[in-house]
């Protein structure tokens, strides 16, 4: 059946009031719906990815959580980050490096502090993790990185250890030196 | 008398609807497991973002977006348990569906007192949906009691109510659990129009048909069955009524379209990308519609009450004096069916949701059936046998022969013997069919609201 006979069904009087009221409808929606887009705010976009929810607690403990899982859809694009905060404690995490938003080392485990809620920082003695703040080193293979904002390796393994830990350092290093 | 009737009625309903409660709000937030399902998270992030920034913003798995931005946003710890890993990809505008259900959740967050993606947890956005679930299993009650009476109608809701895969599949944050309520809607106002043809339920139903759309595109299911029903009825009302109906609530639904292009081209690719999508159910379709049913991608559920439920479709069909009179009920599960096997992009378990309310106001109808007609009381009892064999397998089967399952199968032996003892005699002895027949039912009830105890985070968590 044609479109004009569908129409036809309609009782007379009340057509063009049936149709007026979906030209409305269509027309309502289409205009709401762009007025709203003008609301749009990048910033307030981006705090509303990255701010922690309030249901989510802050951990003292950089070692606390693990990152379940690797990224597989990422291809190589990925870096592996191993934490030691002590001698029995560590924790490993692959990351995706499309979701590190930074190009740097110090990025990737920004991006691990913020994924685990522990406090990082970087100052002139390195790399600050945790509370009450630990200083860590971070080395790839045998090299240590006394600069976090060099470019991340992909598929490379950051390895950060509590600085207090020396025996574990050595330990590690002379792994390499075999 | 009448009164008292009424009074018994709504008081058993009530008492359904708070065993529903009690079985649904039991570890809402940790069954399933928070993030097994993203889409959870999805629908709520884009009721959020559309509330706070005016455009709809989520994660998805779909191509057909330009600027993918890949994420970590550890809502519930996913990244803890659920996530493998993996980063999300956010999307903005996020077109994948329709608005309707993330408006929803997102506006119940945002008044829960949510402002970022972070704070949406399965906790808050599951919630309206426990509240969705008492609505469906009203309204079945609703629609049972008006085809078939009240006792069919709490039937139904009872075995809505205590069936564990809609215990667990109704807590979710999917569109199903959203446009089944509104097609049941569309439904009861088009049956109230078919006793009396009044225009304004027919714009009702028009309405409630369109709003499913709203919730998700499959949701044209409920404008095309009840164009069907209206169609069947076509020589009791003015001819054209069907096409009337057909016609407001298709451009009634076609207004998503409209939502859709005011975001520009973004909306077309995103949706031919979802036509393009893998057609994943592959030949096994029917065995897995039937049998077991994955809640999410790796967790399956096993409920003996859907296959009783299918199994009562079919018994039905073949009585051919009902079959006007279950066309309500027929046709929906048959339109749905139909648009299931053709979109068929996975066997995820939310995409059974639909058929649920109509399968088992199939099976409450067959057992009041077999109650006035004892000759399918052998029936209804093998039906009903699959649902306690299944619940007893799940609950007792790690114990082996222990004496509780000892117990239940000498009762189990009992009940098969005394039905067999019955047609031993001449004449059948309708009491003790009935009997029988409440017998069965009560522990199919019973074990399967056993079977929803059993479900803790602990069983869940190892449960595949």
């Known amino acids: 059946m044609s479109f004009r006979a569908q129409v036809a069904c309609l009782p007379a009087g009340r057509r063009d009031?049936?149709?007026?009221?979906?030209?409305?409808?269509?027309?309502?929606?289409?205009?709401?719906?762009?007025?709203?887009?003008?609301?749009?705010?990048?910033?307030?976009?981006?705090?509303?990815?990255?701010?922690?929810?309030?249901?989510?607690?802050?951990?003292?403990?950089?070692?606390?959580?693990?990152?379940?899982?690797?990224?597989?859809?990422a291809g190589n694009q990925y870096a592996k980050l191993r934490l030691v905060c002590s001698a029995t404690r560590d924790t490993v995490a692959s990351l995706d490096l499309r979701a590190v938003k930074g190009a740097a080392w110090v990025d990737l485990i920004a991006e691990l502090a913020h994924l685990n809620n522990f406090y990082q920082s970087t100052d002139k003695s390195g790399l600050i993790l945790g509370s009450p703040p630990q200083i860590y080193r971070c080395f790839v293979e045998e090299t240590e990185i006394t600069d976090l904002h060099l470019p991340i390796v992909p598929r490379a393994i950051l390895n950060c250890f509590n600085a207090d830990l020396t025996s574990e350092i050595n330990a590690y290093l002379s792994s390499w030196s075999n | 008398m009448v009164k008292l009737k009424y009074s018994l009625i709504f008081i058993l309903l009530g008492l359904i609807l708070v065993v529903a409660w009690s079985l649904r709000y039991r570890h809402y937030d940790v069954i399933p497991l928070p993030g097994e399902s993203q889409d959870e998270y999805s629908n709520s992030w884009v009721g959020l973002s559309l509330i706070r920034l005016g455009v709809p913003v989520s994660h998805t798995g779909l191509a057909g977006y330009q600027d993918t931005d890949y994420r970590y946003i550890n809502v519930d710890h996913i990244y803890q348990s659920t996530a493998r890993g993996l980063s999300l990809s956010i999307n903005?505008?996020?077109?994948?569906?329709?608005?309707?259900?993330?408006?929803?959740?997102?506006?119940?967050s945002y008044l829960r007192g949510a402002r970022v993606f972070s704070d949406t947890t399965a906790h808050l956005v599951r919630q309206p949906l426990l509240i969705f679930s008492l609505i469906t299993i009203s309204l079945t009650f609703w629609l049972g009691a008006m085809l078939f009476g009240a006792t069919t109608g709490l039937l139904a809701a009872l075995l809505l109510a205590v069936s564990p895969i809609v215990?667990?599949?109704?807590?979710?944050?999917?569109?199903?659990?959203?446009?089944?309520?509104?097609?049941?809607?569309?439904?009861?106002?088009?049956?109230?129009?078919?006793?009396?043809?009044?225009?304004?339920?027919?714009?009702?139903?028009?309405?409630?048909?369109?709003?499913?759309?709203?919730?998700?595109?499959?949701?044209?299911?409920?404008?095309?069955?009840?164009t069907i029903i209206l169609y069947q009825s076509r020589h009791r009302l003015a001819w054209f009524t069907w096409l009337h109906f057909l016609l407001i609530s298709t451009l009634g639904a076609a207004s998503v379209i409209f939502y859709g292009l005011s975001f520009g081209s973004t909306f077309t690719s995103v949706q031919l990308a979802n036509a393009?999508?893998?057609?994943?159910?592959?030949?096994?379709?029917?065995?897995?519609?039937?049998?077991?049913?994955?809640?999410?991608?790796?967790?399956?559920?096993?409920?003996?009450?859907?296959?009783a439920a299918w199994l009562a479709v079919f018994a039905l069909i073949h009585r051919l004096p009902l079959q006007r009179q279950l066309q309500p009920i027929l046709?929906?599960?048959?339109?749905?069916?139909?648009?299931?096997?053709?979109?068929?992009?996975?066997?995820?378990?939310?995409?059974?949701?639909?058929?649920?309310?109509?399968?088992?106001?199939?099976?409450?109808?067959?057992?009041?059936?077999?109650?006035?007609?004892?000759?399918?009381?052998?029936?209804s009892f093998l039906m009903l046998l699959l649902p306690v064999g299944i619940s007893l397998g799940k609950i007792y089967g790690s114990v082996s022969q222990s004496g509780l399952l000892s117990l239940w199968?000498?009762?189990?032996?009992?009940?098969?013997?005394?039905?067999?003892?019955?047609?031993?005699?001449?004449?059948?002895?309708?009491?003790?069919?009935?009997?029988?027949?409440?017998?069965?039912?009560?522990?199919?009830?019973?074990?399967?609201?056993?079977?929803?105890?059993?479900?803790?985070?602990?069983?869940?968590?190892?449960?595949?």
């Open chain 2, 92 to 108: 903005r505008p996020w077109l994948d569906h329709p608005p309707l259900l993330g408006l929803i959740t997102g506006s119940w």
């Open chain 2, 167 to 226: 215990t667990v599949s109704s807590r979710m944050v999917q569109a199903e659990n959203g446009f089944i309520i509104s097609w049941l809607l569309g439904l009861i106002f088009i049956l109230y129009y078919l006793r009396s043809p009044r225009p304004w339920l027919l714009y009702l139903a028009a309405m409630a048909a369109a709003i499913s759309v709203w919730f998700k595109l499959p949701g044209i299911v409920a404008v095309i069955s009840i």
């Open chain 2, 276 to 307: 393009s999508r893998t057609y994943g159910l592959g030949f096994d379709i029917l065995y897995k519609l039937f049998t077991a049913t994955k809640i999410t991608s790796d967790k399956f559920l096993t409920d003996g009450l859907v296959p």
């Open chain 2, 331 to 379: 046709i929906p599960i048959f339109s749905y069916l139909c648009l299931y096997l053709y979109l068929g992009s996975g066997d995820y378990g939310w995409y059974h949701i639909p058929f649920f309310p109509f399968l088992f106001l199939a099976l409450a109808r067959y057992l009041t059936y077999s109650w006035s007609h004892v000759r399918s009381v052998f029936t």
């Open chain 2, 409 to 464: 199968k000498v009762l189990i032996i009992l009940l098969s013997a005394a039905f067999i003892l019955c047609f031993c005699f001449q004449k059948r002895p309708v009491w003790l069919l009935r009997g029988i027949l409440v017998a069965i039912f009560s522990l199919a009830a019973y074990l399967s609201l056993k079977y929803n105890l059993m479900l803790t985070p602990d069983y869940w968590y190892h449960a595949t």
């Open chain 1, 17 to 73: 009031l049936f149709f007026l009221i979906f030209i409305l409808l269509y027309a309502g929606i289409f205009l709401f719906s762009r007025l709203n887009q003008q609301r749009f705010d990048a910033d307030l976009l981006e705090t509303m990815i990255t701010q922690q929810g309030k249901y989510q607690g802050v951990s003292a403990d950089p070692c606390l959580h693990t990152i379940a899982g690797d990224p597989n859809s």
